[in-house]
């Protein structure tokens, strides 16, 4: 592995070392190591196929690793269900969305809330929530399933947001949407950053991911090929024929 980042004497908020996570016998990553510092918006790029999703449903407790460790705020939590991860402070808003179509925006909200939940302070979130989500202040006690693909992943993004979580796991968020919403996504995510929240995001829009995180981890058939400033990665990969199969190694500019 090649890489073009520099040491740091903090604690990582999160660490995974010398992961591997496989479907079967198939091995979908094989190895994988990587530091989330707090405060920090790191990306994870790469083809499809090439372990992005597959790591952050095991870092999530979504999927269970075959060997390899996952540390969060200094405690081993490998193996750790989604439901005591998301009470420890994580939260992973999925690929795909996957909010409750029946339910309205309100109870999707408070779902997220579940475990970490105040009541004082869900409506304290509430309102400022609506500043960073008003088409949800429209849409509130209307059902989900409703709301358009872009409405949607907002409240994908709101209801992982609502719990607080000392780490914000997102998931391909601007897949499926039109350029417009695209855009919408991109400039949530960067004022979530200046706030900020600790967020590990997966993108195949590398570009956009890349110029707007702190650091950038490139993913190729399950191992992490370089990792580094994300401008460096930018300036230094062709990403271009990372993402048209070029070969491993050789699309260093």
Avoid: W
């Amino acid at each position: 592995m090649s890489s073009i980042s520099e040491a740091t004497d903090r604690t990582p908020i999160l660490e995974v070392r010398d992961l591997y996570v496989g479907y079967g016998s198939v091995l979908a990553l094989q190895g994988v190591s990587l530091d989330i510092y707090e405060g920090e918006l790191v990306s994870i790029c790469g083809i499809n196929g090439a372990g992005k999703s597959t790591v952050l449903k095991a870092i999530a407790g979504v999927l269970k690793p075959k060997s390899g460790h996952i540390i969060f705020k200094n405690e081993e939590v490998t193996g750790k269900n989604p439901e005591y991860l998301h009470k420890k402070g994580m939260a992973l808003v999925p690929e795909g969305r996957e909010i409750f179509s029946t339910l309205s925006v309100a109870e999707n909200l408070r779902i997220g809330a579940f475990g970490r939940y105040n009541s004082r302070r869900f409506a304290d979130d509430l309102a400022d929530y609506f500043d960073l989500f008003p088409i949800l202040k429209e849409r509130y006690h209307q059902s989900g399933g409703l709301l358009s693909g872009g409405e949607q992943q907002m409240l994908a993004i709101a209801r992982g947001l609502i719990s607080h979580p000392d780490l914000l796991l997102l998931d391909e968020p601007s897949l499926g949407l039109s350029p417009t919403r695209v855009d919408d996504v991109f400039e949530l995510i960067v004022k979530l950053k200046e706030r900020g929240i600790t967020i590990l995001l997966v993108e195949q829009n590398a570009e956009r991911a890349l110029a707007i995180a702190d650091r950038a981890y490139l993913f190729s058939t399950g191992t992490v090929e370089f990792d580094g400033d994300a401008k460096d990665l930018l300036d230094n990969v062709d990403i271009t024929s990372v993402y048209m199969g070029g070969k491993k190694g050789a699309h260093i500019l």
